[in-house]
């Protein structure tokens, strides 16, 4: 299967989105209070790298066309820190994986006596 050209040429800039939107959290588009109140963050605050996070935004409103509350949802930002974590190798096993690992640990032999052939004759 051939690449896309145009995905090839703009492959630093879907990077630069998907991390945008990995580091994507709720409290960049919404806000509460400590009775729990929703408040959406002001479009014009927040970061436009955090909007393309946000799936759907919902509003509820009573019979009277009220509005009682308010709902949103981001993209699975759990799915998406899974591609960029693919997409750099971290995913990928290595050979070396089922190797135990030693680190800091220096193996020394014996010392050796170093006999010479004088010492041997007036030892025997």
Excluded at 11 to 24: Q, V, Y
Excluded at 48 to 58: A, F
């Amino acid at each position: 299967m051939r690449r896309s050209a145009t995905i090839m040429a703009n492959r630093e800039a879907i990077a630069w989105h998907m991390l945008a939107m990995g580091s994507t959290v709720i409290t960049d588009v919404v806000g509460w209070n400590e009775a729990g109140e929703l408040k959406f963050v002001p479009s014009s605050k927040v970061d436009p790298r955090h909007i393309g996070m946000v799936k759907s935004i919902e509003q509820r409103l009573n019979k009277d066309g009220d509005v009682v509350g308010l709902k949103v949802t981001l993209y699975d930002r759990v799915a998406v820190l899974r591609l960029l974590a693919g997409a750099a190798g971290l995913l990928r096993k290595d050979a070396d994986d089922d190797k135990p690992a030693v680190m800091g640990v220096r193996v020394r032999g014996p010392k050796r006596k170093t006999v010479t052939v004088e010492q041997e004759k007036s030892d025997g």
